[in-house]
């Protein structure tokens, strides 16, 4: 008996495991199929970082304490990973009206293996934004070592998945593509100033301190700054919470975005 119950269960995994492998696949050939997703992920960091940015720079960079230009350039790779990843995965709603995440519903996998398979999916277009960002970053004079670069590469699913799981969120609550949209705007343009992408928040309080403690991006943009900053000077000028408090913040903010998005999802599916 439980020799069956162990085949069961590593055949559900293997299942679950090939459904989001079979997402990710789509998701990175409709990327190629549609290039001009790929092209916005290397502007929108120009846009971001080279304009936003660069003019922070120029105008508020002295006094802080540590070095804006590195400060920003973590910021942004963080911001474009959360912002490209949002943006992917709220193409759920061109699923939805081309009856894709109804038929992938109804086959014998779970929600969670669909909504993470495109999760993972819509990384690739951030990754490919982070090229973007670096390439901005080197024209300004701003670099990181390669071994950070790899550390933050690392990290890069756990923000993606933090990301993906708030979008979910209003995924599941919005079935219109131009309100989803703007939806993913409202959530990820207050993010980029409130979490510390681009502006120092240690001294936040009051109501913007309590936003800032809400939103998942303030924990990743953390965690990653602790990563590249560990062992310098700069270490306790720009890091705000200890690593592992960061690590939990986001395990725990994107399970319950997990959770109640990828419900709000299915209940939307279920309702059509």
């Not at 001009?36 to 304009?51: E, F, N």
């Not at 277009?125 to 701003?142: D, K, P, R």
């Amino acid at each position: 008996m439980s020799e069956q119950v162990l085949t069961r269960k590593k055949s559900r995994i293997y299942r679950e495991a090939s459904t989001v492998l079979a997402i990710f696949a789509r998701e990175v050939t409709v990327a190629f199929k549609a290039p001009g997703t790929l092209i916005m992920s290397l502007v929108m960091p120009i846009i971001m970082m080279g304009m936003i940015g660069g003019n922070l720079m120029q105008n508020m960079a002295g006094g802080l304490g540590f070095q804006f230009g590195t400060f920003m350039l973590v910021g942004m790779l963080v911001n474009m990973l959360f912002m490209t990843t949002t943006m992917g995965v709220a193409s759920l709603v061109d699923d939805h009206d081309s009856n894709f995440s109804e038929e992938m519903l109804i086959a014998p996998v779970s929600r969670y293996g669909i909504v993470i398979g495109k999760i993972f999916g819509s990384m690739f277009g951030a990754v490919i934004s982070m090229v973007g960002t670096l390439i901005v970053g080197l024209i300004m004079g701003i670099t990181l070592p390669f071994t950070q670069l790899l550390l933050i590469l690392a990290l890069s699913p756990l923000i993606c998945l933090s990301a993906g799981a708030l979008a979910m969120i209003l995924i599941g609550l919005i079935q219109n593509r131009k309100t989803a949209n703007l939806a993913v705007m409202l959530i990820t343009m207050p993010q980029m100033f409130l979490s510390g992408a681009i502006i120092p928040i240690n001294h936040s309080s009051g109501v913007l301190l309590v936003l800032s403690r809400m939103m998942p991006m303030t924990y990743c943009l953390d965690l990653v700054r602790a990563v590249v900053y560990r062992g310098t000077p700069e270490y306790s000028s720009v890091v705000m919470f200890n690593p592992v408090v960061n690590f939990a913040a986001i395990v725990g903010l994107t399970v319950l975005c997990l959770v109640i998005g990828t419900f709000f999802f299915a209940r939307s599916e279920k309702n059509r």
